[in-house]
């Protein structure tokens, strides 16, 4: 079999040790391995090269991707898919895993009912597709964001103040739940929950009045007051897919805490450094595995399939099942965080 990968969207530690996985796991079932460049645009530009066990050896654990990426989706204009499927044809491909957020299995699913051969790979660093229990360079993240946490701590103890620290997570809090819970943080904003400032200041007011002199709060990039959202951009431009550039609705939030509450605020917006460098064991691991499953499922002809982990278990699903929605933080878990807030 000649299989296609390609990695999509944003990157996420963990790219590198799926590719590897899919190359060496090929190469012991007889099939050879195509590397389409940044993502969707490689077979749309016909930029692909062979991976041989030797290109993807010393990656397992490198950030990034190899093979680049990028957030180009064919399906803006009929013209760019068809010279998608010429390209697909000309590289003689029986399949091709995509490795991806929404945006990029959004594009395998559609292709696969075009009757294309497509395997997904789950991949964010926000932790929100459905059907996986979760995603790899997730746990990378958050553990970035923890030490984040923990150094804003004792600089916050020793200046007196309030440091709010603004962390990705464009539809769900799934990285300002965890890392928040595990970073103790006092007060924690997710999109699922349009917050009301003047809570978050009553925490901050009670904290003080306790000998509290200072506040960590985490707060997710795509957060909602309750009462105004214009304020979460900074920048109207899209990308291909429609989403808006997000970051700073922490600068507009700092500001109004620190007006209300009389407290110096400061704030640390943490952005790519979350999904730079080399993966922890955990989503190295759990990327090897999705590889893995990802060149059985394709070995077996079962395409229009992603694999997920579920019960501990790595098993393929329908990518339909994936993108029906978006997974949301679990309100147990958040209800444990909260516990803490104040
Ligand atoms: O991968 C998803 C994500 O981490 C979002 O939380 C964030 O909004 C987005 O990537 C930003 O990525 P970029 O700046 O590369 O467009």
């Known amino acids: 079999m000649h299989l296609g990968i390609l990695t999509g969207g944003g990157d996420c530690p963990g790219l590198n040790a799926v590719i590897r996985a899919v190359v060496k796991r090929s190469a012991q079932l007889d099939h050879a391995v195509l590397g389409i460049k940044r993502g969707w645009a490689g077979l749309v530009e016909g930029e692909a090269s062979p991976l041989t066990d030797h290109a993807v050896s010393g990656i397992l654990h490198k950030g990034g991707t190899i093979l680049g990426t990028s957030r180009t989706n064919p399906f803006r204009a009929e013209e760019s898919v068809q010279r998608l499927e010429e390209h697909w044809r000309k590289f003689g491909l029986d399949g091709v895993i995509a490795v991806g957020g929404d945006d990029t299995l959004g594009v395998a699913a559609k292709l696969a009912e075009r009757g294309f051969g497509v395997v997904g790979v789950p991949k964010t660093i926000d932790n929100d597709i459905g059907a996986t229990e979760v995603t790899f360079g997730f746990d990378t993240a958050c553990q970035i964001v923890c ?124 952005g790519h ?70």
């Open 147 to 270: 030490e984040a946490i923990d150094r804003l701590h004792t600089t916050a103890e020793a200046h007196h103040r309030v440091m709010v620290v603004e962390v990705m997570g464009r539809h769900t809090g799934w990285i300002a739940t965890v890392a928040g819970l595990a970073g103790g943080a006092d007060c924690i904003l997710i999109p699922e929950r349009p917050f009301d400032l003047e809570e978050v200041c009553d925490v901050i007011r009670k904290r003080k009045e306790r000998g509290r002199n200072f506040s960590i709060i985490v707060v997710a990039e795509g957060v909602k007051p309750r009462e105004d959202s214009d304020l979460v951009t900074q920048d109207s431009r899209v990308d291909e897919f429609g989403h808006v550039r997000l970051g700073g609705i922490s600068n507009v939030i700092a500001d109004e805490l620190e007006r209300r509450t009389g407290i110096e605020t400061r704030v640390t917006i943490l």
């Open 273 to 342: 450094v979350q999904r730079g460098g080399t993966p922890t064991a955990f989503d190295r691991v759990l990327a090897t595995r999705f590889g893995l499953k990802a060149v059985e499922l394709a070995d077996a002809g079962q395409w229009g399939t992603m694999a997920a982990l579920q019960c501990g278990q790595i098993v393929g699903i329908p990518l339909e099942e994936a993108l029906r929605e978006i997974k949301k933080v679990d309100p147990e878990l958040f209800a444990s965080a909260e516990v803490f807030f104040g």
